[in-house]
């Protein structure tokens, strides 16, 4: 990331204001100009990557249909938390949703396989795995279970990062008892409660008033979450332990997209898809700077040794019982990618 364009980020972060992005949003949804109004909503901040680039996504997509399709986006958790929100692109009252696929696991199991703590090592695991064979099995579990469909790229969320208020994290055994909080994932609290920790499902709306006033000591999230959602100031020490990682799938409801004639699904497919792909850059070229960026706000940064984790995660048979869980087809398609786990 470029000087000028991380300065500029920080400068819209501190000047965001949620008034100010439910005026800037909706103007490209003016539903008396277009042939096809559709909304899109997720849970994070105007400032962040996903939201930045959906914006531009939606300038797309109405300059080539020619201003037939626009598309309303509701950032920052405006219509609801994510629950809220899951439930309404079921029932098709918004027709887009960007979600993880731990907490899409509540509906689709097999949606969480691909953040099975510390299986991917890196990115160059990652995207193979997730615009390849195992991208492709998750997507025809969300296809086949529910009212929602996933476009074929996946958006980055990022390595997942622990944050403390009380001590810092460089080896399993700190994780022992800290109250931790999670998001409202199975998985989630099965990894943690295999590290003796005591995580409590919050969700993310709330995530910096539980942190503020103590009734969790830490959060795990990626930087750039860590970032837009201001945790640093309620938060102490940031272990990089790139525990899991995690991502969006752009979720869609059939019957509202299946209203689009062909050639406007082709429109909205392909630029959601590119926007996927550029929000990857954007979060690779933002988490380089950011650490730097949270370091001047105070926080204390360490890395810890994640074979250590893996092993613990091992013993406690973390992997094998999720392994069951997701059945042999699933777990096979994920060691293609990450090598032997359970």
Known sequence: MSHITRRRFLKTVSAASTVA???????HGNAQAAEFTLKFANNLPTTHPITRQAEKM??????????????????????????DMLAQVRSGA?????????????????????????????????WPAMDG?????????????????????????????????????????????????????????????????APTSINFAEVYSALQTRIVEGQENPLSVIWTGKIYEVQKYCAVTNHMWDGFWFLGNKKSFARLPKDLQDIVARNINLAAVDQRKEIDELNKSL???????????????PQVFREKLRSAGFYEEWRKKFGDEAWALLEKYTGKLA
């Open 21 to 27: 992005a439910t005026s800037m949003y909706t103007r």
């Open 94 to 126: 918004i027709d887009f949703f960007t979600l993880s696929p731990l907490i899409l696991g509540v509906l689709v199991p097999a949606a969480q396989i691909s953040g099975v703590g510390f299986a991917f090592k890196d990115y160059s695991q990652v």
């Open 291 to 305: 650490m730097v960026e949270m370091r001047t706000k105070g926080l204390q940064f360490n890395d810890p040794d």
């Open 58 to 83: 939606v300038a797309r997509i109405a300059e080539e249909s020619k201003g037939r399709v626009k598309i309303q986006i509701f950032p920052n958790n405006q219509l609801g938390n994510d629950a």
């Open 133 to 197: 064979d195992l991208g492709a099995y998750v997507r025809k579990q969300i296809d086949a279970r529910s009212s929602l469909f996933a476009f074929e790229k996946i958006w980055d969320s990022g390595y997942r990062q622990i944050t403390t208020s009380t001590r810092p994290i460089n080896s399993p055994a700190d994780l022992k008892g800290l109250k931790l909080r999670v998001p409202p994932s199975p998985l989630w609290t099965s990894m943690f409660r295999a590290f003796e920790s």
